[in-house]
């Protein structure tokens, strides 16, 4: 990028402003801290950066133009000139009722998107009268049973006019059922649905553990998916590759991006293996990323994410369709960086997290609300969450240009090593033969674990300072609301479940399980017969029930 002759007179003015100008202050006032890294340690950040940094980048072949090959600067040529991220707040709670509620709240408020969170039952494939269920219905998600439900959640939200995201993984394929056949009830054409299921079984293995069923069961259950939506409802993600939850588990940014680019292979190698044509189902697939502290850091892994899917694409998959090589992406800031303690902190952190995601061209973000460190967020703290983003998006200017931090030296070389570190995590994850071993042999979780273990050391010695916590502490904090899911609207929930289960048709619902098992049991797409347990309003826990019998279910170290 830059003439020989002038790096060489950058690299020699360089040691002499450092002889010159920062050794006799360094010697004299030191500065802040021995070294310093960017927020989870990964990069050492050198003190000055310049054109030397990044003597070795080829514009064209390693940043270009966005909407162009590697998609460095994004995948769209307009950015967030052309249309803002969706903004898309991670809701739902309690009963199917309330859930309604908070999105019309939502959508007036000016949310553009809705994302969808479930309750632990419903995430590990239970109904809210199983004893497993006992204490935690409607407590961290909605409670969802049977196609009532999910009918009562999208009244009066037409689904041919709104995307919706939802963050579910072993039971994703019931849930996208029932999506499917509210639509289906609402007279909506399936080619018209819009949105994201996570469906990511590799990484509840990794990072996050609500899974059900053993790995082999559940890929196969993944490429049903694919290839029905492919046919069925091709405007609809299929899967959202998700670094965020690897990240909450304490891994680096680079450990975040590996990880889940090692998961996204591995689908598309599952997918192929079953038959299916990479082009049928890559354009469909999404990625999901946690919004992190460092702004640079975070800046960098963005940018190298794309850049890297377009070129592990295009060498290890050949694909005809350029949007196959796109890498498309959701945020969540940190939930992890949330604290109790001074939780006004928390809108500060967010906002902070928030605009890093913008700067690196996320398609959709959700901002946490500032009491998520106590319980689900209040009314109040969600609007708050929500107005962040509304700021950003109409009196920052953070969206007004394309990559802005492009061509920063810091920024440029930052980009560089994070994709290096993580292409040197992907080649040992190969050399193990692949995520899905590295998985099963845990080593994938050691390298998060150990991750964690050395950051709550650094908080705990003050070598890390998190403000209010271990830093600038006060002695009392005032209180505050919070949401509460009460014991009443447990037994209201369970009472509609009995409900649905005495007026529906038996009979039909015997027949429709019993079709499910044959398929389950054969190397039928499962998703047909799925929809139609569904439409026969066989609930969840029943659905599941049927695939538990057939697959399996897992726990670390193996299947049982």
């Known amino acids: 990028m830059f003439d020989p002759d002038d790096l060489e007179e950058i690299r020699a003015g360089r040691e002499e402003w450092q002889e010159t100008e920062v050794e006799p202050v360094i010697e004299r006032f030191g500065e802040r801290k021995e070294s310093f890294t960017t927020d989870t340690g990964g990069q050492e950040v050198d003190r000055l950066y310049t054109p030397e940094d990044v003597a ?239 702004i640079f850091e975070e800046v960098a892994k963005f940018r190298a994410a794309r850049r890297m899917w377009h070129d592990i694409m295009d060498e290890r998959f050949d694909p005809d369709d350029p949007k196959s090589k796109q890498l498309k992406f959701h945020t969540q800031t940190a939930g992890s960086m949330l604290t109790a303690q001074q939780i006004e902190n928390n809108v500060v952190r967010v906002a902070y997290q928030a605009l890093a995601a913008v700067l690196g061209g996320t398609q959709s973000l959700h901002t946490n609300g500032k009491d998520e460190a106590l319980a689900l967020p209040t009314e109040e703290s969600v609007r708050t969450a929500l107005r962040t983003q509304q700021i950003l998006a109409h009196e920052s200017g953070a969206a007004d240009t394309i990559d802005p931090l492009a061509g920063s030296y810091y920024v440029e070389s930052l980009t560089d090593d994070v994709e290096q570190e993580a292409y040197e995590l992907l080649e040992e994850v190969d050399e193990r033969g692949g995520m899905l071993e590295a998985v099963e042999q845990q080593w994938v979780q050691r390298q998060i674990q150990d991750t964690a273990f050395d950051r709550q050391r650094e908080i705990e010695e003050k070598e890390r300072i998190i403000v209010g916590v271990n830093e600038f502490e006060v002695d009392e904090d005032p209180a505050m609301d919070v949401e509460e899911v009460t014991e009443e609207d447990e037994r209201r929930k369970v009472e509609g479940l009995e409900n649905v289960r005495s007026e529906r048709d038996d009979e039909a619902v015997e027949a429709t399980l019993e079709s499910l098992r044959e398929a389950a049991n054969g190397d039928e797409n499962i998703m047909p017969y799925i929809i139609e347990a569904v439409k026969s309003y066989a609930t969840v826990g029943e659905i599941c029930n049927v695939m538990r019998d057939e697959f399996g279910e897992y726990q670390a170290g193996g299947a049982v």
């Open 56 to 294: 070795d980048l080829d514009y064209q072949e390693d940043i270009g133009y966005p909407g162009e090959p590697p998609y460095t600067r994004g995948v769209y040529s307009t950015g967030h000139r052309g249309r803002l991220w969706t903004m898309r707040q991670y809701a739902g709670f309690s009963t199917p009722e309330d859930t309604n509620e908070r999105y019309h709240y939502l959508l007036d408020q000016g949310q553009t998107g809705l994302s969808m969170a479930f309750d632990l039952p419903t995430q590990m494939g239970y109904d809210s009268d199983a004893g497993m269920a006992a204490g935690e219905v409607g407590k961290a998600g909605v409670a969802i049973d049977s196609l009532e439900d999910m009918l009562t959640v999208f009244d009066g939200i037409p689904l041919d006019e709104v995307s919706t995201s939802m963050t579910i993984n072993a039971p994703a394929s019931v849930l996208l059922a029932m999506y499917i056949a509210v639509g289906d009830h609402q007279g909506v054409d399936r080619e018209e649905l819009r949105g994201t299921i996570q469906n990511d079984l590799l990484k509840e293995y990794i990072a996050r553990n609500t899974y059900i069923y053993p790995p082999e069961p559940s890929m196969r259950i993944i490429t049903d998916i694919f290839d029905f939506c492919a046919a069925e409802t091709p405007k609809f993600n299929t899967i959202s590759i998700s670094g965020y939850h690897i990240r909450e588990a304490g891994a680096t940014a680079a450990q975040e991006l590996a990880f889940t680019l090692g998961d996204g292979i591995e689908y598309v190698e599952a997918a192929i293996d079953a038959g299916l044509d990479v082009d049928d189902f890559a354009p469909q697939l999404s990625f999901f990323f946690n919004g992190h502290n460092n």
